[in-house]
């Protein structure tokens, strides 16, 4: 039969649809023959296929028997597996011919998916042929059946898209794709590589062995991925779309393989200077990228934004665009996973075209606002590309120079100051205000990250902190660690991951926090109630005694970092203890103590932890380093002499107020109580205004927590509210209302679990639209049809940019702590009867920053109100 099957050609060269039809059930009966026949199958697959692999012309015609054939069987039935086995026998004979074949049909497939896209590609009319084609492309990739030197860029390519997609087994299939890619580089005859590139080659074959690897392909739970993936299909039907559980994938680890495979391209393209392989598969993930397809687009932004070695301008304007219309789809409601999936995959984008652009600090700096945007939604995933967006926009500008001699805020604002109509209106929804204190602001909008649920995220946030407060200093020219007006939100949040924060910001009243192996017990000095009966042997909470806890020491010895997951949540009451500044008095009953006179600043450095292979020599001169800080090295985090302005003395109690409202560590909060307790000597006045976040967690540990050295803190906090003089003023908790900061605790609380994304998209849209327009138009040619911004009718005293008839819908706001947008309007503080009276000075004498819009508030002789008065800026 061998000799005859060239005539084949002969019938098909021709436009007669009735020869064609007749070679093709010449084909089938092959095709039959071959599946059935099974004592003759390796003759089969020798003879006939392999000469009909030879055969150039006939080669589409046998591929379409091929695939009809798989087709009618299904994904996973015998028909398909034969079929793609028999591909093998196909390429025996012509290798570059059959697997371009098979790969440029696999890429138009793909690519037809965007006619009529749909949220997944499993529920695509194509998914069955796509599958089948990806088994082809496994079997072909033994004995470099798949010519990586030709076809890499597309076969890379074709893995990202269908990574972690389909069935257990085509799971495996795509992780199996990968190791025997880069097998065949090692193997290729036509490649030579260096020693040091086949290191890197065979390392990596190691590599996506590993568990870490398996998770990125959706194959965590499998203990031999060759074994599922070759599992046979007479026994079971692993490989139905029915027959599995599916395994989330996060764009993230679309991320980190990308990474993973653009090192290997790289490696191999130092020793092949005329390869172009980079250059091919940047062209297929842009063209992609730009491509509408919401089960594709989202994973092609990723890989064009991994692999690119270059960026413009006109891109980040287009991927703008892509991020505005994925938020507009959000307002429509269906498929919101999917336009999460796009909206978190231009974020990811931006962060790694970012550093590629030309020097630029306002199209580079207004991607700080993008950032902000996006954590502003309340989504986890989101939160993460947002915060990765914020840290690489702090480094490039650093990188650039742009922090030299300016703060992050004068740089930031700065930009900021042609979309200000729509910031503000953001401004106002949201509950923070940038304009009256960016550096708080900023930090409201980060303490989120603490409770994120990727350690990853929560890493980067604490990271994002120290990079701002050395920004801070480094414009300054001063110490990371000196506590300023500016420098102080980012000391606070801190304070509970930082044991360097806490060595040099001391506290001036108490001494240095409990850390480590070296505890130490504060003597409680409240006094309890003589007529309080207790029981025989009970533990007296209010006793003079020092406690005694060795059980404890030994659990704070064991604990060898400052991880914010560990511990557990107290329940909280809902029970309000601060209805009045005297409500602490059925606790303490009639008993007042005085207050203890003011002593020297005792810090003292928290023991150094030992390093991995560290000597104990080692390690005690670095403890005697540590341990040598003299008094001008430190700094006191409550001064109202440094903190002369009671905003931002309000500012900074919230954020500590908040971090211990939702911290489930305990540890975390015996840190927080012993700096609020500081706070409550030091700013008596203003510390009433986190009474109503603080009240039912000193309720909680009052009457839940058995540890001493955690009550000692919350029982100085109580002693100093009582005893505070009735006659001095004294502020609300509607004072942050007062200034623009009302919803300062609310958006650093926990992610909220239903989706209030089509809340907030209208006007993140708009801003997005303004700043395309205002950085984004010029210098490229290409405007793409968008029109300028219209221009805003001027602000009044007395008008909203924005009016809002409803409150945020972000999460319930109770009416005394509700938003407000005190930087466009004077706003009147409600009456409160326990207002401070004074006759001259206004509240907090520091000089307000020169992007703030908001009026000072001064004390008036009235004591049933406090009202906000024009006044001039300076100190």
Not at 181 to 195: A, K
Not at 268 to 295: G, H, V, Y
Not at 566 to 592: A, E, I, M, W, Y
Not at 627 to 632: G, N, P, W, Y
Request: proline content about 6%.
């Amino acid at each position: 039969m061998t000799p005859w099957l060239g005539n084949l050609v002969r019938f098909c060269k021709h436009a007669d649809e009735t020869r064609r039809q007749r070679v093709c059930a010449i084909l089938d009966k092959l095709i039959a023959t071959t599946i059935h026949e099974k004592q003759m199958y390796p003759s089969i697959q020798a003879k006939i296929w392999g000469s009909l692999g030879q055969i150039t012309d006939l080669l589409d015609v046998v591929l379409d028997s091929f695939m009809r054939t798989s087709a009618t069987g299904g994904l996973g039935s015998v028909r398909a597996e034969v079929m793609a086995d028999t591909s093998v026998a196909l390429a025996s004979g012509n290798v570059k011919l059959v697997s371009s074949k098979v790969i440029g049909r696999m890429s138009k497939i793909i690519e037809k998916t965007s006619l009529s896209p749909t949220p997944t590609l499993e529920q695509h009319l194509m998914w069955d042929d796509i599958a089948i084609l990806a088994r082809y492309l496994l079997m072909l990739s033994f004995n470099n059946s798949l010519d990586v030197a030709t076809h890499l860029p597309h076969l890379f390519h074709v893995v990202t898209l269908l990574v972690a997609t389909g069935p257990l087994s085509l799971r495996a299939s795509t992780h199996g794709l990968v190791i025997n890619v880069i097998h065949s580089l090692c193997t290729c005859s036509q490649l030579n590589f260096s020693e040091e590139t086949r290191q890197l080659l065979r390392l990596s074959v190691t590599e996506f062995c590993l568990p870490k690897f398996k998770l990125l392909f959706g194959i965590s739970k499998v203990k031999s991925a060759a074994v599922i993936a070759f599992r046979s299909s007479y026994r079971d039907r692993s490989l139905s779309p029915g027959a599995y559980e599916r395994e989330p994938f996060a764009l993230s680890s679309l991320e980190l393989l990308t990474d993973a495979l653009i090192e290997i391209m790289e490696a191999c393209m130092t020793d092949q200077p005329s390869c172009r392989w980079l250059e091919q598969w940047i062209e297929l993930a842009q063209k992609f990228a730009f491509q509408f397809n919401p089960s594709l687009q989202p994973r092609a932004l990723v890989v064009f934004g991994c692999i690119s070695r270059s960026a413009y301008p006109r891109h980040i304007r287009k991927i703008l665009q892509i991020h505005c219309k994925a938020l507009e789809r959000c307002q429509r409601g269906p498929d919101s996973d999917n336009n999460l999936a796009l909206i978190e995959g231009t974020l990811i984008c931006l962060s790694r075209l970012l550093p590629l652009l030309p020097t630029d600090f306002s199209v580079q700096g207004a991607m700080l606002w993008v950032a902000i945007a996006a954590m502003q939604l309340d989504e986890v995933s989101l939160y993460g590309a947002g915060t990765a967006l914020l840290e690489q926009t702090l480094h490039t500008l650093d990188n650039h120079g742009a922090f030299n001699d300016r703060t992050p805020e004068e740089v930031f604002m700065e930009i900021r100051f042609p979309l200000e109509w729509h910031c503000k209106q953001m401004e106002y929804f949201v509950g923070l205000s940038f304009t009256v204190d960016f550096n708080f602001a900023l930090v409201g909008h980060l303490l989120k990250g603490f409770r994120h649920p990727n350690h990853s995220v929560t890493a980067r946030t604490v990271r994002i902190l120290h990079t701002l407060l050395a920004l801070v200093a480094k414009s300054r020219k001063a110490d990371r660690f000196e506590v300023t007006p500016q420098s102080i939100a980012y000391l606070a949040a801190l304070v509970t991951a930082s044991e360097e924060v806490r060595g040099r910001c001391g506290l001036r009243h108490r001494k240095a926090l409990m850390v480590g192996d070296s505890l130490e017990f504060f003597s409680l000095q409240l006094i309890s109630d003589p007529s309080t009966p207790s029981r025989p042997g009970e533990p007296q909470p209010w006793s003079l005694q020092p406690p005694a806890a060795p059980a404890y020491q030994s659990s704070l010895r064991n604990r060898k970092s400052m991880s914010v997951d560990l511990g557990q949540p107290c329940p909280v009451t809902n029970k309000k203890l601060f209805g009045t500044r005297k409500s602490f008095d059925h606790l303490l009953g009639d008993v007042r103590t005085t207050r203890r006179p003011e002593g020297e600043a005792t810090i003292t450095t928290p023991p150094k932890m030992r390093k991995v292979g560290e000597t104990d020599a080692q390690c005690q001169t670095g403890q005697a380093h540590l341990r040598k800080v003299s008094a001008a090295d430190t700094s006191v985090l409550f001064d109202e002499q440094t903190l002369p302005n009671a905003r931002t003395q309000a500012l900074l109690l919230t954020v500590l107020a908040t971090l211990v409202k939702y911290t489930p560590d305990e540890l975390e909060q015996k840190i927080l109580y012993e700096y609020l307790a500081e706070a409550s000597r030091v700013f008596s006045r203003v510390f009433p205004v986190v009474h109503n976040l603080l009240d039912g967690k000193l309720i909680t540990q009052l009457a839940l927590c058995p540890d001493p050295v955690l009550l000692s803190p919350v029982h100085n906090i109580l002693q100093s509210v009582v005893c505070h003089d009735d006659t001095a003023p004294q502020y609300t908790p509607s004072f942050l209302q007062s200034f623009g900061f009302g919803g300062l605790w609310r958006i650093a609380g926990p992610f909220s679990k239903q989706s209030q994304i089509t809340d907030y998209t209208e006007l993140i849209v708009k801003f997005l639209e303004s700043l395309i327009a205002t950085y984004l138009l010029s210098g490229d040619g290409e405007e793409e049809g968008l029109l300028e911004p219209p221009v805003p009718p001027p602000l009044s005293p007395h008008t909203h940019p924005h009016p809002v008839t409803r409150a945020s819908t972000l999460s319930p706001v109770p009416s005394h702590l509700s938003t407000s947008l005190s930087s466009l309007s004077a706003i009147q503080a409600p009456a409160e009867p326990s207002s401070p009276t004074s006759s001259t000075g206004a509240v907090g004498g520091e000089h307000t920053s020169q992007h703030s819009l908001s009026k000072p508030i001064q004390k008036q002789r009235s004591t049933d109100s406090i009202r906000r008065h024009d006044c001039k800026k300076g100190s």
